[in-house]
């Protein structure tokens, strides 16, 4: 049987979906032996949260994963991985 959703918890589903390929494509740019590991943690960070239902948690968790990603991408900026 097929679950629907109301517009709000799609718009959220959106939301973690762009971050998770968003995390994705940083973690490309990450030096070739660190991918491995940055990209099992990333998954098993999203895995964790997979059936929250919570929508103020899901809004802080995306909020706190765009922080983790910022800070991702500036550390892979100065180390020159771009």
Sequence with gaps: MARFMDLR???LRARVLKLYSQALR???RAPEHARD???QT???EFEK???CDDKQKIRFLISEGK???KGLDELLDMTGNS
């Design 9 to 11: 918890a799609f718009i």
């Design 26 to 28: 940083i973690i490309r």
């Design 37 to 39: 590991e940055l990209r």
């Design 42 to 44: 990333t998954r098993a």
């Design 49 to 51: 949260y997979r059936h």
């Design 67 to 69: 922080q983790r990603l």
